[in-house]
């Protein structure tokens, strides 16, 4: 069996910081931590890499290719409740892997202005998503709702998704790098924005969400208590 070949040493940067801005956050992360943990010279770090600004910018790129593929894919067919289970899902799995990009949303944009542009077209492209799965389940006589209420609700499911992880560090602080943390994460907020459209769900749509949440939240890690 042919070997694999060694990752480059960019990769593995990317791939030591993007855990260390998870466990730790990127401002409490400098150049020389990342550089002492891969055993390398501060010299060869900034050959890949010319400050902590452009590892971030790498990893946000990551991020947006990973949002796209998803949010791109949402875009199509006539959703179902499952579909919007299934996509809130994913997404808060992708805002895992990245999560300190959520939980130190408002220190990265206010220093990173390119950040700032790119995260915004993130959040109109989320809405977007959620828009389209809304307008999609009234089409298909699911959801009862105005197009002002389908409005409000979409922006609403943005709100959630994106400032959710900061509830859930707050909640469980000293709990949030365990591995349990991530399952209890994505079905905690997978059920809290799907149940946004609950009240406007109708028939047998509000009877699978009620099934589905049942199911979903039994592997809830209601163990960890707020600290």
Request: hydrophobic letters at 40%.
């Amino acid at each position: 069996m042919p070997r694999k070949p060694p990752r480059r040493t960019r990769e593995r940067i990317l791939e030591l910081s993007l855990t260390l801005f998870n466990q730790f956050g990127e401002p409490h992360v400098t150049t020389t931590t990342i550089a002492e943990e891969m055993r390398i010279s501060p010299g060869n770090l900034y050959y890949h890499f010319r400050n902590k600004d452009e590892i971030t910018g790498s990893l946000f790129e990551h991020f947006e290719r990973e949002m796209d593929r998803l949010l791109d894919a949402t875009a199509r067919g006539t959703p179902t409740v499952e579909d919007g289970w299934l996509f809130l899902h994913l997404l808060f799995e992708v805002i895992w892997r990245h999560r300190f990009l959520y939980r130190d949303l408002a220190d990265l944009l206010s220093r990173n202005r390119k950040l700032e542009v790119r995260f915004k077209a993130i959040l109109q492209r989320k809405t977007q998503a959620s828009l389209a799965l809304c307008q999609g389940l009234a089409r298909a006589g699911t959801l009862s709702a105005t197009p002002r209420e389908v409005e409000a609700l979409a922006t609403n499911m943005v709100v959630v998704t994106t400032w959710w992880l900061s509830h859930e560090y707050v909640r469980n602080a000293r709990h949030f790098s365990e591995p349990a943390a991530q399952a209890a994460m994505v079905a905690r907020g997978a059920y809290q924005v799907l149940a946004l459209t609950a009240p406007y769900l109708t028939g047998q749509a509000r009877e699978l969400f009620e099934r589905l949440a049942s199911q979903y939240l039994q592997p809830d890690a209601s163990h960890l208590q707020p600290d």
